[in-house]
């Protein structure tokens, strides 16, 4: 199988990232992120059933993050490896195809811009509504310089987690390994929460979350100060910030790239975030230095475009070189 992890090669990874850039993420049925979505709610409801009956809550979401990460990584390997005993090019389509829906480049872009267009046009409800297709936090109740906020933290947070963690992933252990990932992550939006329902359940997802973007997490905040120094942002305080301000956050790994895009913007996220009515107060990062505006926006999606960028071609030489 080591051939068909090497179909995502230099000219693999370019044609996914060009796919992405063109096509978006698409709304479709059969889409493996909704498929891995359906089967997460299905294989809860059915662990939840022994419960109380065979094992703790702990350990039954200890085995629903299990049998999903590896369901995802098996139904992968054998789909390339079937579609390319048919044929090799079909093997080859296949493993862009998955490939392709690993990352959420534009479409993350453009729901952030979107937001960005309803707020200078002075229509905070559509700012609002765009704004919870990327976000997890409340937004009904968000002020104009809230809806700012939440925006940019998203972007830098989602620079990480929906694009550079899945190259990586992609990368160094081909497609089954990013989709695997992809499991990981979804797994920790749908049951890693620290609320009565998922603090047992969700505390393997969510741990193997953590471990998961790690690495990732590190190289986008390393990637994005690169960014900001091609932009003519301020790199050096991004660098600055990033030392000093990441591990204030209450993740181990959404500080790194939230604390670069803070310094290279000047400005300072983090405060009171609501989830389901529970007020969440997360720390304060970077400096007050610049106000958030709709530019800061703009800002932080342009550096998520080159920081993805940056990461394609570094991904490019390095499966070049592995070749």
């Not at 200890?62 to 995802?72: E, K, N």
């Not at 700012?148 to 990586?168: H, M, Q, Y």
């Not at 505390?203 to 120094?229: E, F, H, Q």
């Amino acid at each position: 199988m080591g051939e068909m992890i090497e179909m995502i090669g230099p000219i693999g990874l370019s044609i996914v990232y060009l796919l992405d850039l063109l096509f978006g993420d698409p709304v479709w049925f059969l889409h493996p992120i909704r498929i891995i979505g359906k089967a997460i709610v299905y294989l809860e409801r059915m662990l939840r059933m022994i419960t109380h009956s065979i094992l703790s809550e702990r350990m039954v979401g200890i085995f629903l993050c299990a049998i999903v990460v590896i369901l995802a990584y098996v139904v992968t390997w054998g789909s390339i490896y079937l579609a390319h005993h048919v044929n090799g090019y079909l093997g080859t389509c296949v493993a862009i195809v998955l490939a392709y829906f690993t990352i959420s480049i534009k479409s993350l872009g453009k729901t952030a811009q979107d937001v960005g267009n309803y707020l200078q046009e002075g229509n905070e409800k559509g700012a609002r509504i765009h704004l919870s297709l990327i976000v997890g936090r409340d937004t009904m109740a968000l002020n104009r310089d809230e809806i700012i906020r939440a925006t940019v933290e998203t972007v830098a947070e989602n620079t990480s987690d929906g694009i550079v963690a899945p190259l990586f992933y992609l990368i160094i252990g081909g497609v089954p390994l990013g989709m695997a990932y992809k499991a990981v992550n979804t797994l920790d939006s749908m049951v890693g929460y620290k609320n009565e329902r998922y603090l047992k359940l969700g505390w393997a997802s969510a741990k193997c979350d953590d471990l998961a973007n790690y690495i990732p997490a590190r190289i986008t905040g390393v990637l994005m100060i690169v960014a900001a120094l091609f932009l003519r942002k301020d790199w050096k305080n991004a660098y600055v910030t990033m030392r000093r301000d990441a591990r204030r956050h209450e993740s181990p790994n959404s500080g790194y790239p939230e604390a670069t895009v803070a310094g290279a913007l000047r400005v300072q996220l983090g405060g009171t975030n609501y989830y389901d009515g529970i007020p969440r107060m997360s720390a304060l990062i970077g400096q007050n230095r610049e106000k958030l505006n709709e530019s800061s926006i703009r800002d932080v999606v342009t550096m998520m475009h080159l920081t993805s960028a940056i990461t394609v071609l570094l991904g490019m030489l390095v499966l070049g070189v592995l070749r």
